[in-house]
């Protein structure tokens, strides 16, 4: 998945001009070696779409138009480390810089210490980025061995980075990506993943006939995703496009009681043990029943049943940012899909439901940082302001598309 972050609008080296087209504005320019020199044949992508292009025999560059928004491009050249750029176009036309160091890889052998469960944290990491679902049983990483791993038993974070791009052929979906990957962590306690990085996109060669397998798969996995969900969310369509947006309303547990009586309870039942380790005790009055009441939640989440309409959650920024200003749990169902059983199967994973609710797909939107800013297209602006629970959490790299990706229906 792409990620545009929302900083602070970058200085560039060049002047700017203006090349107006009727889709958007041009971002051209040239890529240099730091330690001097053009760079033909560098390839320059942007991050999260399906769109790059090489530059010439003079180092030079040019994209085809894009519409006002945050990019962040990627550049990549044999015997030189990718680098990455932040560009904001609005309502102008870029001519940009770009320089690149060399690859400094004897370095880089000494730097690296071996990680003696590196094959087991591999796996941690190929089922949290990659994924588990149906479409990640067909996609891998080629280069595995450019990933750096590394464990902090205090911490128990598993953190993993590369210097290069990873290698991804997904065979379900059709695509190869290129990704580079800024940051992966997994905490083995509270069980969140967290990743971010550049990701580009492009078409694995096919036959028309697995082309148009790979168009229906894509279309599977775009309907109820992430994706999908903001980008109505940004038009205003989401009943429309099937999906269901609910609050859930926090409150103080009434089964719990309170810590000083806890822990009183506890004190007393271990100081009234005898010489044989026991204590005579009435139903509703052991070590376990206030062991049990310590590890009831203090809170409690209450799903409100009344659907909330997307123009009362949505406040516009610009006329290609929106934000939502509040910083509730949203309980968002997709009813035109059920859950699978492979992700019911996983303990921890379904999102609780009432009674009289089919087991449609069903995740939850818990906001770190609030506002919570998106594009149009559907991206988040910033990965860390969101947490996803449900299925949104199950789905992963093996299930991402391009941000620039179109359903079939929506083609003119």
Known sequence: MGFVRLFTV?????????????????????????????????????????LGTAANDKGRFSLPPLR???????????????????VTVSNNALDIEILLDENPT????????????????????RESFIGMTENAENCRIS???VLRTHFDPQTRVLTVNADEFLIIENKSLGYRIKYLLKEFEFDM??????????????????SPARMRRYIQKRLVAYNGSTQHFFRALYQGTTEQQGFL????????????????????????LRAARG???????????????????????EEIRILNRKPVRSDTLVRTLNGDLKFVPY???????????????????????????????????????????????????????????VLFEGVWSWEKIADSLPMNYSPPADKR
């Open 10 to 50: 970058m200085s560039f080296l060049f002047c700017c001009h203006i090349v107006r087209a009727q889709e958007g504005y041009v971002i051209s320019g040239i890529i240099k070696a730091k330690s001097g020199g053009v760079l033909p044949g560098a390839g320059v992508y942007v991050s999260g779409y399906k």
């Open 68 to 86: 006002n928004g945050t990019y962040d491009l990627l550049v990549q050249m044999i015997g030189y480390l990718p680098a990455s750029r932040q």
């Open 106 to 125: 004897n370095l880089s052998e000494v730097v690296i210490r071996p990680d003696p469960d590196r094959l087991n944290h591999l796996r941690i990491f």
């Open 143 to 145: 280069n595995e061995d």
């Open 189 to 206: 306690r509270s069980k969140i993943v967290y990743y971010s990085g550049l990701p580009t996109y492009e078409d694995l060669p096919a």
């Open 245 to 268: 947006i609910h609050k859930l309303i926090p409150r103080r547990n009434p089964n719990r009681l309170p810590d000083s009586l806890i822990d009183a309870n506890l004190a007393r």
């Open 275 to 297: 010489p044989s380790n026991k204590v005579i005790i009435t139903a509703g009055d052991s070590i376990g029943y206030w062991m049990r009441m310590k590890n009831e939640p």
């Open 327 to 385: 910083a509730d749990i949203l309980y968002i169902v997709y009813t035109r899909e059920r859950e699978t059983d492979s992700f019911r199967a996983r303990l921890g994973m379904s999102i609780n439901r009432p009674p009289d609710m089919p087991n449609y797909q069903v995740s939850l939107v818990n906001l770190i940082k609030y506002p919570l800013y998106f594009y149009s297209n559907g991206e988040v602006a910033d990965p860390r302001s």
